[in-house]
């Protein structure tokens, strides 16, 4: 069966300082990727999506970046952390392949929660 | 571009009365629906999806929502609520523009917190 993990669980950051955020799933092949912040009431925004390595597409600019240097693996990166980074990150992966494949359906890691301070 | 509105950022009922969480959607073609679930400090688990096979769907843990095409909505319900009911629910959707580029994300309402008095 499929899993997805996502470390680290919990970080505490200062500002300016840079982000690591790993995501790995198991199970599956060439799966599509996505990273997701949920801040607030604010819900979810997606950030980036990938379908394959090296292919990431950026959905909000901002402060961040992501990077897929293994098919399975899904990074999000910063350089310098803002105040307004703090909140519950999701990693997200899906198998959709095509516009006739049905719905996109995704699944989703237990999520990294980040504050920066 | 496709969008959800959830309407109420909480709900809360009472332990074994109705459950009933609004969504609407907006899409300019006919989308994919779904409701997540998130309980505390954990990701989303999918509670059911909506891809035109029937408009009535059943979900886990006694949830069912209804498409209803001519208002729009994907309101979800359940008979009897339960402590344990007592999470995030998010409403998505999604409309497959995989035209060789990628294959979209959904697109999530702001969720609703649902509540459950003893």
């Known amino acids: 069966s499929q899993t997805i993990h996502q470390w680290p669980a919990t970080l505490v950051q200062p500002v300016g300082s840079p982000l690591s955020l790993e995501c790995t799933v198991e199970?599956?092949?060439?799966?599509?990727l996505y990273w997701y912040r949920q801040a607030a009431g604010r819900g979810l925004q997606l950030l980036f999506y990938?379908?394959?390595?090296?292919?990431i597409s950026s959905e909000v600019p901002q402060n961040l970046s992501a990077s897929r240097p293994q098919d399975r693996q899904f990074i999000l990166s910063s350089k310098k952390l803002l105040l307004s980074d703090s909140g519950f990150y999701l990693c997200?992966?899906?198998?959709?392949?095509?516009?006739?494949?049905?719905?996109?359906?995704?699944?989703f890691g237990a999520g990294s929660r980040l504050t920066v301070l | 571009a496709q969008s959800v509105t959830q309407l109420g950022s909480h709900v809360s009922v009472s332990e074994g009365a109705l459950v009933l969480l609004r969504c609407n959607y907006s899409?300019?073609?006919?989308?994919?629906l779904f409701w997540y679930v998130q309980y505390p400090n954990q990701g989303l688990q999918l509670l059911l999806k909506?891809?035109?096979?029937?408009?009535l769907v059943k979900g886990i843990n006694g949830f069912e929502a209804e498409f209803k095409k001519s208002e729009t909505s994907f309101h979800l319900t359940k008979p009897s609520a339960h402590m344990s009911d007592a999470a995030e629910y998010f409403c998505?959707?999604?409309?497959?523009?995989?035209?060789?580029?990628?294959?979209?994300?959904?697109?999530f309402g702001k969720g609703t917190h649902l509540i459950i008095q003893p």
């Open positions: 997200a992966w899906s198998v959709l392949r095509g516009p006739t494949s049905g719905a996109n359906v995704l699944t």
């Open positions: 199970g599956t092949s060439n799966p599509n």
């Open positions: 990938s379908i394959g390595i090296d292919q």
């Open positions: 899409s300019s073609v006919p989308p994919y």
């Open positions: 909506y891809t035109s096979a029937a408009t």
């Open positions: 998505a959707v999604s409309v497959n523009r995989y035209s060789g580029g990628g294959a979209d994300g959904l697109t």
